[in-house]
């Protein structure tokens, strides 16, 4: 069991070390001057995007999920990140062009950037990491499918979240005042 958590987080570290800071750096930015933020993701892809958001509501940033009925239009200054680790889903795809046809900014979360949704979104975050658009190849993950992206994302979602609490100033008792108490 330990040889195989030892494997594992040996590759999420890889993927750490393949990341590009100037893209983390500039997603940092995109996501600090956003009036309102919506997000997305299927799938596996779309629970760590669900914990992201909530961390980006921790932070006092006005966020919220795709789907959700309390999700506001989006239009000029907003931001719409989505998750499409693979390179395409259809419904990241329409989001995409529906978001851009507002005046809203895209940045896409991918371990594709080649990927159709990658190449529609104003920006691109690389996670190079294993999904299941490159699952079958010789070789692979220890994780399954596209567990080592997902595992990625949720260690730069939280790496994403601790730098903007710095460049906003936020404390650790301001976002604990944010979190709900309806648990």
Same mark, same amino acid.
């Given at each position: 069991m330990r040889m195989l958590c030892r494997s594992a987080l040996e590759e999420l570290s890889q993927v750490v070390e393949k990341l590009e800071e100037s893209s983390f750096e500039e997603a940092v930015?995109?996501?600090?001057s956003a009036q309102?933020?919506?997000?997305?993701?299927?799938?596996? +892809?779309?629970?760590?995007?669900? =914990?992201?958001?909530?961390?980006?509501?921790?932070?006092?940033?006005?966020?919220s999920m795709v789907g959700d009925m309390t999700t506001p239009p989006l239009g000029s200054g907003d931001l719409l990140i989505?998750?499409? =680790?693979?390179?395409?889903?259809?419904?990241?795809?329409?989001?995409? +062009?529906?978001?851009?046809?507002?005046?809203?900014?895209?940045?896409?979360i991918t371990a594709q950037p080649d990927g159709a949704?990658?190449?529609?979104?104003?920006?691109?975050?690389?996670?190079?990491?294993?999904?299941m658009a490159d699952d079958m190849a010789s070789k692979?993950?220890?994780?399954?499918? =596209?567990?080592?992206?997902?595992g990625?994302?949720?260690?730069?979602? +939280?790496?994403?979240?601790?730098?903007l609490k710095q460049v906003l100033a936020v404390s650790a008792d301001d976002m604990r005042h944010n979190h709900t108490n309806l648990e």
């Open positions: 930015e995109t996501i600090r309102k933020i919506a997000l997305y993701g299927v799938g596996r +892809e779309g629970l760590q995007i669900k =914990g992201f958001a909530m961390r980006l509501f921790h932070l006092g940033l006005r966020v989505v998750s499409a =680790g693979p390179g395409y889903f259809s419904t990241v795809a329409a989001l995409i +062009e529906t978001a851009k046809q507002a005046g809203a900014k895209t940045l896409c949704c990658a190449v529609a979104a104003d920006q691109v975050l690389v996670i190079p990491a294993q999904t692979t993950s220890t994780l399954p499918m =596209g567990s080592l992206y997902e990625a994302q949720y260690v730069v979602f +939280e790496c994403l979240i601790l730098k």
